[in-house]
């Protein structure tokens, strides 16, 4: 038997929504990605494919990488792009 349990997740705010989402980071290649978030520095793709960031063609290790990604994410949280619901909830 599953156990779900509601808990308090992060989002934007509604008026930068549309510059935050992005699509899901195994439908687009990195170059793809990197070309959709070239003028956005809000995409989320900055935090689920860190390698945009990066120098085409570079190949920093997963270490750095998953460093980079986190940085990304507590930067997005710290700045006010994401916010933590105040409350546990449920999401579909």
């Given at each position: 038997v599953a156990n779900i349990k509601p808990f308090m997740g992060y989002h934007p705010p509604s008026?930068?929504?549309?510059k935050v989402s992005s699509p899901?980071?195994?439908v687009i290649t990195s170059d793809e990605a990197r070309l959709m978030a070239q003028n956005n520095t809000l995409s989320f793709l900055r935090i689920i494919k860190p390698e945009i960031d990066?120098?085409?063609g570079s190949e920093p290790n997963?270490?750095?990488?998953?460093?980079?990604?986190s940085d990304n994410l507590y930067q997005f949280i710290d700045e006010g792009i994401l916010n933590q619901d105040e409350n546990?909830?449920?999401y579909l």
């Open positions: 008026d930068i929504a549309s899901p980071y195994d990066f120098e085409s997963l270490d750095i990488l998953h460093k980079h990604g546990n909830c449920f």
